[in-house]
Nanobody, 125 residues
Framework: QVHLVESGGGLAQAGGSLRLSCAASAIPFSSYSMSWARQAPGKGLEWVSGIYSDGSQTYYADSVKGRFTISRDNAKNTVYLQMNTLKPEDTALYYC??????????????????WGQGTQVTVSS
């Protein structure tokens, strides 16, 4: 059974940093592109960032560009999200998701094949 397990969430102050991790099991991790998405209280699910299966390309939502960095280690079946200069509006439940394919042309949330259970990030002002 496929598992994506996020960790690293918690409470941070505005301007601070957190690093999220997502460990995958039971999938050929290096064949999947990976995304991070988030859902803030009372809002819909928002795609945040994506990375190609080989890590060669990364993409970001405008809301996090320049502050967040996605990376992956295929030897460890793990994808990361380094979040710097956090803002209160970054408060959300953060999910990682796996999308089959090496180089997707789009990052539609509904097209992702597997999802983790989420990790909470809370940023205080």
């Amino acid at each position: 059974q496929v598992h994506l397990v996020e960790s690293g969430g918690g409470l941070a102050q505005a301007g601070g940093s957190l690093r999220l991790s997502c460990a995958a099991s039971a999938i050929p991790f290096s064949s999947y592109s990976m995304s991070w998405a988030r859902q803030a209280p009372g809002k819909g699910l928002e795609w945040v960032s994506g990375i190609y299966s080989d890590g060669s390309q990364t993409y970001y939502a405008d809301s996090v560009k320049g502050r967040f960095t996605i990376s992956r280690d295929n030897a460890k079946n793990t994808v990361y999200l380094q979040m710097n200069t956090l803002k209160p509006e970054d408060t959300a439940l953060y999910y990682c998701a796996a999308l089959w394919g090496a180089a997707p042309t789009a990052w539609e949330l509904k097209e992702h094949d597997y999802w983790g259970q989420g990790t909470q990030v809370t940023v205080s002002s």
